[in-house]
């Protein structure tokens, strides 16, 4: 399965310099296009460090804590105790000596912000420059002044002391970028139906699950830079898209922004460093991107984020983030989106990269807006009509009630005069035989991982025609046709019996040449609606195939080809929306007992366009696509 997913909601936020202005309360949610850039000393703005304090009357008590969070995201909480030796560990938190009285014990908030385990690590004043004064009488004021400048010092401190009053970062000016303008891009997808295929479908823990982002290119003849590199992070915070659209004096005020990453019912929810740059473990506290993390149940720390390299900087961007929608879909990873920026080393280097230009969802060209290309191996190739002799196989079997796929009953052995479902691995009996030869297989629930499909069956297996009772069969017509009987394991039901027939015809006289395959749908309607997944059946005539002709009617089947694949293209542009996957099983067609068939999602192709199918068949060591299937149909 290949499906594709528009993102629900995108924006960018830049901290870009106007007419001598930081444009951090910006708003471009709804502008057409998402722009990355970094400008370096392009202009000058003053900057200023943040600063707070906390000023007390008197002791705090046990127990009381103080949270201070650094520009680059260092938290830490410090806590009021009686007993610890000041500055130590307490617990997860650092230890603060409540001493003889409050100036003392304000002394050693600063000390141990400055200590090895504070803030400073032992280097007073490297990150926080904290000063203390006091009148001698249990009353005076702790100065913080992040020594970082600009915005992203004006960070939370917060907490419950007793007697005293708590003044938040405020009064950073400028970046702590300096001469640095950038943007950065946060993206947003719906994973509710990624969801549902994790559940039904495929587990996206599956070896042939895949999550690929893609942002496509707009080049209207501006500038590029070239040799560039972009990282992807999952966001830690929620974001919102807003509704601005000036994209060149960035007059439209609202959140999502540089600073704000949320408004709701009025409450602000700020980015912990500007920029949604508070960056950290899984799990941790007040981030807003997630570098590292441990998954699925290991105790192994690994990175969340992705890079993708540029060269002429005209590149889409198509990037593997199965790691991170895996994650989101089982809960381990807040589903808040993606942040798309320069990689770390682009935007601390002093050189101007501008700008990169991808198509929003808000773009006139449906087939340009941000994607998420889910992809699955849900293929079944069941092998009646092309069996080989000493190559493994697989024969499916189906059970309907009432039209849909269901199990089949079968009389419990546990609770006689009740019926219970057949189900799960070895739950049913294969028995093939021909002549003398007999051979038993066992029969599971045919299935994605740990996910069974209702009333779909499967047994694989390996028929030697070297077998005693084959080989001078074998060897005197050529075919053998077998009888199938499948049964519950106890051989007393029998369920379904068929027959499928090897041919010993795969070797012959040397003969480079191909033959001639006409293709058609045999079930292809003019249009289909979107919110339809639609089955289409697949007809293959070999012209140069010898044919037996008879004095009756006889219905000719089609060929079937078990690495043969669908792509879809948009017929006005040219442009495959679903390309073929040679990689991967996402877009191979299915085999049964009639022929081949895939299923299609229409919700991956935009509404009011018209499409067309063609193929790629992989035969004799030759790729060749079939264009001419007169499978051209409207989606509405």
């Not at 006091?134 to 004021?141: F, I, S, V, Y």
């Not at 002044?145 to 010092?153: A, C, D, L, S």
């Not at 060897?475 to 199938?484: P, Q, R």
Request: glycine share 8%; proline share 3%.
């Amino acid at each position: 399965m290949y499906k594709i997913l528009t993102a629900s909601s995108d924006n960018y936020i830049t901290n870009k310099n106007v007419s001598n202005f930081r444009t951090t309360d910006a708003n471009v949610g709804s502008a057409g296009t998402l722009d990355l850039f970094k400008l370096y000393s392009e202009s000058t703005l003053a900057n200023s460090a943040a600063t707070s304090s906390i000023s007390y009357t008197g002791q705090p008590v046990d127990a009381n804590t103080l949270t201070i969070v650094s520009p680059d995201s260092t938290i830490k909480v410090y806590e009021f105790d009686t007993t610890v030796t000041n500055g130590n560990s307490l617990g997860s938190n650092i230890g603060v000596r409540i001493g003889d009285d409050a100036d003392v014990t304000y002394a050693n908030l600063k000390s141990a912000i400055d200590g090895a385990n504070g803030h400073n690590e032992g280097s007073a004043g490297s990150k926080i420059s904290v000063s203390h004064t006091d009148n001698n009488n249990e009353e005076g004021t702790v100065t913080f002044t992040q020594v970082t400048k600009g915005i992203e010092g004006n960070t939370e401190i917060s907490g419950t002391v007793l007697n005293s009053t708590i003044k938040s970062f405020e009064d950073g000016v400028g970046s702590s970028l300096g001469p640095v303008e950038l943007s950065r891009i946060l993206l947003k997808f719906d994973l509710s139906e990624v969801s549902v295929i994790n559940q039904n479908k495929c587990p996206v823990d599956h070896p042939s699950f895949s999550a690929t982002l893609k942002m496509f290119d707009i080049y209207g003849g501006q500038t590029t830079p070239s040799n560039f590199a972009v990282r992807v992070y999952p966001l830690s915070q929620s974001f919102d898209e807003g509704i601005g659209k000036d994209v060149v004096r960035y007059s439209d005020l609202g959140s999502s922004n540089f600073i704000t990453a949320s408004i709701l019912d009025g409450a602000i929810s700020k980015w912990n460093i500007p920029g949604a740059n508070s960056k950290g473990i899984l799990k941790g506290k007040l981030l807003d991107i997630i570098e590292t993390g441990v998954l699925d149940g290991t105790e192994e720390s690994v990175n969340l984020y992705v890079d993708q390299a540029f060269s002429t900087g005209k590149e889409n961007l198509e990037i593997d983030v199965t790691k991170i929608v895996s994650g989101t879909v089982k809960n381990l990873i807040p589903d808040c989106g993606f942040r798309v920026s320069f990689s770390p080393d682009i935007e601390n280097n002093q050189k101007t990269y501008f700008v990169k230009r991808f198509a929003s969802r808000n773009a006139t060209d449906p087939t340009m807006r941000p994607q998420l290309v889910i992809k699955y191996d849900d293929s079944i190739q069941d092998y009646h009509k092309g069996m080989n002799f000493n190559i493994s196989g697989s024969l499916f079997l189906n059970n309907f009630v009432n039209g849909n796929y269901s199990n089949i009953l079968s009389g419990s052995t546990s609770a006689p005069g009740t019926l219970e479902e057949i189900s799960g691995n070895n739950c049913l009996l294969l028995k093939i035989f021909t002549g003398s030869y007999k051979k038993y297989m066992s029969g599971s629930s045919h299935g994605i991982g740990n996910i069974s499909s209702k009333g779909v069956y499967s047994s694989s297996f390996l028929i030697d025609k070297f077998d005693e009772n084959l080989i001078d069969h074998v060897n005197t017509s050529g075919s053998i046709k077998f009888t199938t009987v499948w049964t519950d394991t106890n051989q007393l039901t029998i369920y379904h019996s068929g027959s499928f027939e090897i041919s010993n015809n795969n070797t012959t006289a040397f003969n480079n040449s191909t033959n001639r395959l006409i293709v058609s749908i045999t079930n292809l309607r003019k249009k289909y609606y979107r919110d339809s997944v639609s089955r289409f059946r697949i007809f293959v005539e070999n012209v140069d195939k010898v044919v037996k002709y008879v004095k009756v009617p006889k219905e000719r089947p089609s060929e079937v080809f078990y690495n043969m694949r669908y792509a879809v293209i948009d017929v006005d542009t040219g442009k495959y929306i679903i390309p073929f996957q040679k990689s991967g099983n996402s877009t191979l067609l299915s085999v049964d007992s009639e022929g081949m068939y895939f299923d299609l999602d229409m919700m991956s192709l935009p509404s009011k366009r018209i499409y067309k199918i063609v193929f790629l068949l992989s035969d004799k060591n030759e790729e060749r696509i079939i264009e001419n299937t007169a499978s051209v149909f409207r989606v509405v």
